[in-house]
């Protein structure tokens, strides 16, 4: 099983907004059934569930499409609508997928 895991930092001086973090699961791999974490600044990660479903989305704060993966990260994310949140400056968003 390997683990992949990206992290954004807003590295500015204002606000990011909308920010989406998205990979694919790379070729002669299979994603991982609730293989999805998150962490936000110094937080420890937090599972995120994918039990529900729907038309191949995942239904949480991250999403599986075929072999795309998007986490829609930070305050007033708003994953049903395809929506990232916001990064205060020198915030990290990490997350990570099996």
Not at 8 to 21: F, H, R, S, T, Y
């Amino acid at each position: 099983c390997a683990i992949w895991q990206i992290q954004a930092e807003n590295q500015g001086d204002a606000l990011a907004k909308n920010v989406v973090i998205r990979d694919t699961v790379p070729a002669y791999s299979n994603y991982k059934l609730e293989s999805m974490k998150y962490s936000l600044g110094t937080a420890a990660f937090t599972d995120l569930s994918d039990s529900v479903v729907d038309a191949g989305e995942i239904n949480v704060s991250g999403g599986v499409t075929g072999n795309a993966i998007s986490f829609y990260v930070g305050a007033s994310a708003d994953p049903a609508n395809k929506k990232g949140g916001d990064l205060e400056p020198g915030n990290k968003a990490t997350v990570q997928f099996s």
